[in-house]
């Protein structure tokens, strides 16, 4: 479909894109530069660093070492070295020893042929390689927890981490092996042996804060969506949806959400993204709210959630506060011809609890499992049957 009111280029919302700046992950790029760009100053005389990487996913792990990788490469370019980042997934490229160890000499060169290779002879064969032409090779195998864990047996750090040792002593081409996984389990699938070799260099990966992923989010809306069609709002409430549970932080939740959201209000024939287009697209994958948990609440219960429902879908706002949910409850109150409870902030609070309220802060009140505009039918259709019930005895 062409891009039109909503999207500029919807493509860049995809979680493959990888945006040209990665804010909050300087720190990581900084701490991988620092262990390998002096290196390259020093090429003739470097023996192999082993970094682990290690994140929750959709932490920005994977692209940002991809970055890292190309970086590297143009500095080590400047320097008139001739550095090759081979980017190996494990889970994409290796079922087993074998077929990993030959998908990483591919990604090398051409010019090897592994077929009749074993897995040590390949390595073996890529070390002499890379010799012969002075060419040097930074790899970081993705996903590697991965494939310890479906290839227990197979020793593969083992092999990776001791091609030194098919020329003891000598410098190597293989200046390093970075190692991603989503967290240190993977050792256990290790021999003592491995892990030592392995070493202990580790880059945490830590979960995105809701302000953090506003802010990646805030650089993708403005590479993908036309000028003013995604407010303030829809960032606030994507962006803390991607942040809480069950979520925790997954970028990719919230590039989705953006996307979703995007091509619903563009299918409605808005001109622009509202909260409740998140909503509806966040509800109706994951329902975290059921007709059931409504229909079990009380009366003044539903009359105060209806009263939110109405009240944010007013406002077009991802949240609103207590006093305006107040306001608009008595309104409620006064067209069910029922009389407002006192406690009102207890009903809140147990809205809240039951998962149905989000609330932000004391001011601060949201629904994020279902649309708002779904939710008010819902309510409204439900108040009146059961009314009707009553009444007619
Ligand atoms: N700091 C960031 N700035 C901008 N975009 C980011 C950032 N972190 C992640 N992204 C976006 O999220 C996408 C997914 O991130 P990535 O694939 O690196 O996560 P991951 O940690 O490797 O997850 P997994 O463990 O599931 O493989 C990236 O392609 C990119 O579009
Ligand atoms: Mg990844």
């Not at 290796?94 to 591919?106: D, E, M, P, Q, S």
């Not at 506003?214 to 003013?228: K, T």
């Not at 219960?301 to 409850?329: I, T």
Request: charged share 25%; net charge negative; with cysteine.
């Amino acid at each position: 479909m062409p891009d039109g009111l909503i999207f500029k280029d919807r493509n860049k919302l995809s979680p493959h894109y990888i945006p040209r700046r990665l804010p909050h992950r300087e720190h990581q790029i900084s701490l991988l530069h620092s262990i390998y760009g002096s290196m390259i100053k020093d090429i003739g005389n470097v023996y192999p660093r082993f970094t682990q990487i290690v994140g929750d996913t959709g932490t920005g792990k994977t692209c940002t070492t991809i970055r890292f990788g190309e970086q590297l490469t143009e500095q080590a370019k400047k320097e008139g070295v001739n550095l090759k980042h081979v980017y190996v997934n494990c889970k994409v490229d290796g079922a087993t020893r074998y077929v990993l160890f030959g998908n990483l000499v591919r990604k090398v060169t051409p010019k090897i042929s592994t077929r009749s290779l074993s897995p040590e002879e390949m390595m073996r064969q890529l070390v002499e390689y890379l010799k012969a032409e002075d060419t040097f090779l930074l790899i970081t195998f993705d996903e590697i927890d991965y494939f310890t864990q479906t290839n227990p047996k197979e020793h593969i750090i083992y092999d990776l981490t001791r091609t030194t040792e098919i020329h003891p002593g000598e410098p190597s081409s293989i200046i390093g092996e970075i190692f991603i996984a989503r967290s240190l389990k993977w050792h256990e699938q290790l021999e003592p042996g491995e892990r030592s070799t392995l070493g202990m260099g580790v880059i945490k990966f830590p979960r995105y804060t809701s302000s953090q992923i506003r802010e990646i989010l805030e650089d993708r809306v403005e590479e993908s969506f036309q000028p003013g069609a995604v407010d303030e709002d829809v960032l606030d409430l994507v962006s803390d949806i991607t942040a809480n549970p069950p979520v925790n932080g997954d970028i990719r939740v919230g590039l989705d959400l953006l996307y979703y959201a995007g091509n619903l209000a563009e299918n409605q024939g808005f001109n622009r993204v509202l909260p409740d287009h998140v909503r509806k697209v966040y509800g109706g994958t994951t329902p975290t709210i059921t007709s059931e948990d409504i229909i079990n609440l009380d009366e003044n219960a539903r009359l105060v959630l209806l009263a939110l429902a109405r009240s944010l879908r007013a406002n077009n706002s991802a949240y609103v506060g207590l006093r305006d949910c107040r306001e608009s409850y008595e309104l409620v109150c006064e067209e069910f011809n029922v009389k407002p409870v006192e406690k009102f902030e207890e009903y809140v609070q147990d809205l809240v609890y039951r998962g149905i309220i989000d609330m932000k802060s004391l001011t601060e009140l949201g629904i994020s499992g279902a649309s708002a505009l779904d939710l008010e039918n819902f309510l409204n259709n439900l108040t009146q049957r059961l009314r009707q019930k009553v009444d007619e005895p």
